[in-house]
């Protein structure tokens, strides 16, 4: 009853005149279609509804090509940006040699590089690295960009990386998650062993142990004072190597990571130390 109820609803309102029905017509023509078939073949519904799907999927898939043929231009012209491209080349290619060194290469951070910058929530930083590295893109939650000036927890500055060599990232974090005193110096929130204790899960990725510290020492560069660290972390998602080196300016602490995996450990860790070295805010 229902098929034919169906069907007399889709002769009531097919025009007699018209050889070519409206949208809304051939759909209930359709629907009778399909229901004539499921009522007289109870036995065969699985290729009825198989042989909607399929339609009903090749539709979609068409629609999706014309959509993305229609935004491929848009998506090019987005992407087409120098620090859309810099990301995904080799930083030899745009950054100036070292002057210390000219087998590595110089970056300096600048307003255009972070939003914490741009804000004028960190002091700018530079460091060398090797000319073959590339700079990682940052996930803007992970980058501090929603919350700037005024970031209640730590973010990643930038980033860079290179497959045989290792890791770097530049951490920063708000003063105040470590101390009240405005303007501290790194020497005014406490021990190399303290500050570690609370950055150390943005050195390795997710947790930190004390027994983890290899070594710890201090630099004096101007009237900065560095801390910096030596960890062996089995389980840190960063690698099973990390130097780290930290510093209080302004109204943050700057954290500087280079990490290694046990692979890209043995030829790689003069480069890396060199690159900790370098690490000036």
Not at 202 to 215: A, C, Q, R
Not at 217 to 236: H, R, W
Request: charged residues 20%; neutral net charge; proline residues 7%.
């Amino acid at each position: 009853m229902a098929a034919s109820a169906v069907t007399h609803l889709a002769t009531i309102f097919t025009s007699p005149t018209s050889n070519s029905p409206s949208p809304s017509f051939r759909k209930l023509s359709i629907t009778s279609t399909l229901n004539n078939r499921i009522i007289t073949n109870n036995n065969d519904k699985k290729p009825c509804s198989q042989s909607f799907n399929d339609d009903h999927t090749t539709t979609r898939r068409e629609f999706l090509k014309s959509s993305s043929a229609m935004l491929a231009p848009m998506i090019v012209t987005s992407t087409n940006s120098p620090a859309a491209e810099a990301r995904e080349v080799e930083v030899g290619s745009f950054l100036p040699p070292a002057p210390s060194d000219p087998s590595f290469v110089l970056f300096k951070a600048t307003t255009k590089d972070t939003p914490a910058l741009r804000a004028g929530n960190v002091e700018p930083y530079q460091f060398v690295i090797p000319p073959t590295w590339k700079q990682d893109r940052i996930a803007n939650i992970l980058s501090g960009n929603y919350c700037q000036p005024k970031c209640a927890e730590p973010w990643i500055e930038v980033k860079f990386e290179n497959d045989k060599q290792g890791k770097i990232q530049v951490v920063a974090s708000p003063l105040i998650r470590l101390t009240n005193k405005p303007n501290a110096t790194i020497e005014d929130i406490g021990s190399p062993e303290k500050l570690i204790a609370s950055l150390g899960a943005f050195v390795t990725g997710n947790t930190y142990d004390s027994d983890e510290l290899i070594e710890t020492s201090i630099e004096k560069i101007g009237d900065q004072t560095y801390y910096k660290y030596v960890l062996e972390t089995p389980f840190a998602l960063t690698g099973s190597h990390n130097l780290a080196k930290a510093t209080a300016k302004g109204n943050t602490v700057i954290l500087f990571v280079v990490s290694a995996t046990d692979k890209q450990w043995p030829s790689s860790q003069k480069t890396l130390k060199t690159i900790l070295d370098s690490f000036r805010v």
